[in-house]
């Protein structure tokens, strides 16, 4: 992927390029981009015109027999007129470089393999002039380049417990990172005085308690990729002006995606791709983390339904610690994928389809689950809805289904013998539905820039009652008691900072929606909003990468929690004062 970083505040993609190797690993040269591409060997990329990037050729790493196809390319590294690629051969533990003849540089010429005899697969390498510095495992080597068909070992220092997994160069020092995967291990940054070759020395070394992934350095201040068991991967600013005091500036989050979440009484449950957070509403303190995949769920009656794949898992949602499985279901229905769930115990229903599978004919389904005994969920009935469906709700006995512009109501009061009776077509795709409660019988449906009330107290003929146009796109509604939240992907807020809205909407009268206004989250929240859930006058929303956002009505300010992070009380991350 190539992007225009000339306002990094707006990073723009210019163009891509497909490819089915791994890539390990780029140089960039002029016009054209050098890639250790695993098995594949090394791949050369024309770039000059960045929408269409062009793949010239791909040249094999042979072994040292010369014989090809035994290789994996995992680093590569231009020095002068030549490409070192760096690899190991199915043969030996150590790594080996592969010098190319760039003098047509297009067209790489294989002209010698050096066996540095370096116990190391992987290793992290930095170039300064016609000296290259690599780090692996415990040691630091010192490499001559100067003649790349010559390449040879001219220092090594070997630091015990410094496990070292990156490097960076600034004057004539080397930043190292250290994994400490062992309990004597340092986590942290080693400077070290690479100025004498042949006696490299251990300067300074900051202890920041996190495994470091990837580092950089700018002048004398080192960027860090770091991560621990106890809180999220994070980027860390370190100064080293003073080599022998490396001097922490500050670290930010490096969260995963929080794509769902679900909200009741005392109860917050957070969902990433591959676990879920159980929190505390009062003050967002972690209870405990589930690995799980998540597709979609929704929490009723203090358990969670979640849904992945082809599972329904049924949680316990009172737990004060990890959120417990109580049961799952998992039936062989062959291509179908299960992909929205929506709950009113003792029935839940599960949307199923086998959208995407090109070996099995389309099909949507909603499946209606005896879930009265949560370790075994039974499967009472199916039926069949037109297209693929993405969104539903339930009330009583009907199951509403998001079906692109159109919604059907699912009748469901014989769970054996679910039966399709009929809906009505929206002027848009459905964004998003909420029920405002089992009592009230109301539906609001997000479409457009529109949030649209109706009246499905009469099964037979639901109709819309009210409505209200927003200022932008809505991307995530839920309703609460006589109060709905809502999100926007609001472009004109971009240049002020923002990229999205959030605002609270009164549903006291669903025949006349009044909006109680919002605020603008910040711009680090650069992707839409999908999922909202609203506790009181507080709302929940699931910001992707940034992580947790929680907002309060009517008071203008946000706090921001970020997952994962430790199992300990946290207090807000950001505050706005419009």
């Known amino acids: 992927m190539i992007l225009d970083i000339r306002d990094p505040a707006k990073p723009q993609v210019l163009g891509n390029l497909r490819t089915v190797s791994s890539i390990y690993n780029l140089e960039v040269a002029s016009?054209?981009?050098?890639?250790?591409?695993?098995?594949?060997?090394?791949?050369?990329?024309?770039?000059?015109?960045?929408?269409?990037?062009?793949?010239?050729?791909?040249?094999?790493?042979?072994?040292?027999?010369?014989?090809?196809?035994?290789?994996?390319?995992?680093?590569?590294?231009?020095?002068?007129?030549?490409?070192?690629?760096f690899f190991s051969d199915e043969y030996s533990a150590d790594n080996l470089a592969a010098v190319f003849d760039l003098s047509e540089?297009?067209?790489?010429?294989?002209?010698?393999?050096?066996d540095l005899e370096i116990p190391c697969r992987n290793?992290?390498?930095?170039?300064?002039?016609?000296?290259?510095?690599?780090?692996?495992?415990?040691?630091?080597?010192?490499?001559?380049?100067?003649?790349?068909?010559?390449?040879?070992?001219?220092?090594?220092?070997r630091f015990p417990n410094i496990s070292a997994t990156g490097i960076a160069l600034f004057g004539k020092y080397a930043v190292i990172g250290s994994?400490?995967?062992?309990?004597?291990?340092?986590?942290?940054?080693?400077?070290?005085?690479?100025?004498?070759?042949?006696?490299?020395?251990?300067?300074?070394?900051?202890?920041?308690?996190?495994?470091?992934?990837?580092?950089?350095?700018?002048?004398?201040?080192?960027?860090?990729?770091?991560?621990?068991?106890?809180?999220?991967?994070?980027?860390?600013?370190?100064?080293?002006?003073?080599?022998?005091?490396?001097?922490?500036?500050?670290?930010?989050?490096?969260?995963?995606?929080?794509?769902?979440?679900?909200?009741?009484?005392?109860?917050?449950?957070?969902?990433?791709?591959?676990?879920?957070?159980?929190?505390?509403?009062?003050?967002?303190?972690?209870?405990?983390?589930?690995?799980?995949?998540?597709?979609?769920?929704?929490?009723?009656?203090?358990?969670?339904?979640?849904?992945?794949?082809?599972?329904?898992h049924i949680l316990d949602g009172r737990s004060d610690g990890t959120p417990a499985q109580l049961g799952e279901l998992m039936p062989d229905l062959p291509g179908l994928r299960?992909?929205?769930?929506?709950?009113?115990?003792?029935?839940?229903?599960?949307?199923?389809?086998?959208?995407?599978?090109?070996?099995?004919?389309?099909?949507?389904q909603v499946i209606v689950v005896d879930v009265s005994e949560p370790a075994k969920p039974t499967i009472l009935g199916?039926?069949?809805?037109?297209?693929?469906?993405?969104?539903?709700?339930?009330?009583?006995?009907?199951?509403?289904?998001?079906i692109g512009p159109r919604i059907r109501m699912i009748d469901v009061s014989k769970p054996a013998l679910p039966l399709d009776v009929g809906g009505w077509t929206m002027a848009a795709d459905v964004k998003a539905m909420a029920l405002a409660s089992?009592?009230?019988?109301?539906?609001?449906?997000?479409?457009?820039?529109?949030?649209?009330?109706f009246d499905i107290r009469d099964a037979d003929q639901p109709h819309e009652v009210g409505f209200i146009t927003l200022p932008a796109p809505v991307t995530a509604l839920d309703v609460g008691d006589g109060r709905a939240v809502v999100t926007l992907a609001h472009p004109a807020l971009v240049d002020r900072g923002f990229a999205n809205e959030v605002r609270f909407l009164s549903t006291q009268d669903p025949a006349n929606l009044t909006d109680l206004g919002g605020l603008g989250l910040p711009s680090v929240v650069g992707t839409p909003i999908e999922h909202a859930r609203l506790l009181g006058d507080i709302a929940y929303l699931a910001a992707g990468p940034v992580g947790l956002l929680v907002v309060q009505a009517?008071?203008?300010?946000?706090?921001?929690?970020?997952?994962?992070?430790?199992?300990?009380?946290r207090g807000a991350g950001i505050s706005l004062d419009r």
């Open 31 to 85: 016009d054209l981009v050098y890639i250790a591409a695993g098995t594949a060997g090394l791949r050369v990329v024309d770039v000059h015109d960045p929408a269409q990037p062009l793949s010239l050729t791909t040249v094999p790493i042979p072994d040292r027999d010369l014989e090809e196809n035994v290789t994996r390319a995992r680093h590569v590294q231009i020095v002068g007129r030549h490409a070192l690629v």
């Open 105 to 114: 540089p297009s067209l790489p010429r294989h002209v010698a393999i050096v």
């Open 123 to 157: 290793p992290s390498i930095a170039l300064a002039g016609t000296m290259l510095y690599m780090v692996c495992n415990y040691q630091l080597y010192a490499l001559d380049v100067s003649n790349p068909e010559f390449t040879r070992i001219v220092g090594q220092a």
């Open 179 to 312: 994994s400490g995967y062992m309990p004597q291990e340092g986590l942290g940054i080693a400077v070290v005085d690479i100025s004498q070759y042949e006696a490299m020395k251990l300067v300074g070394f900051l202890e920041t308690r996190a495994g470091t992934e990837s580092l950089s350095a700018i002048g004398s201040t080192a960027f860090v990729v770091d991560n621990s068991f106890t809180a999220p991967d994070g980027l860390r600013q370190v100064d080293i002006s003073n080599p022998a005091m490396p001097r922490d500036q500050g670290r930010v989050d490096w969260i995963g995606s929080v794509t769902k979440i679900a909200a009741s009484g005392s109860r917050i449950i957070a969902a990433e791709q591959n676990s879920i957070w159980s929190l505390l509403s009062k003050d967002l303190s972690a209870l405990g983390r589930l690995g799980l995949p998540v597709g979609r769920m929704v929490l009723a009656a203090e358990k969670v339904y979640v849904v992945e794949y082809q599972g329904l």
């Open 338 to 364: 299960f992909v929205g769930v929506a709950a009113s115990p003792p029935l839940a229903y599960v949307l199923a389809t086998t959208a995407g599978n090109r070996n099995v004919e389309e099909t949507t």
């Open 382 to 402: 199916r039926v069949e809805v037109p297209s693929a469906a993405g969104r539903l709700v339930s009330w009583r006995q009907r199951v509403l289904v998001a």
């Open 438 to 453: 089992d009592d009230d019988g109301y539906i609001f449906v997000a479409v457009g820039n529109q949030v649209r009330s």
């Open 554 to 569: 009517p008071r203008d300010w946000v706090s921001q929690l970020s997952l994962p992070f430790a199992l300990a009380p």
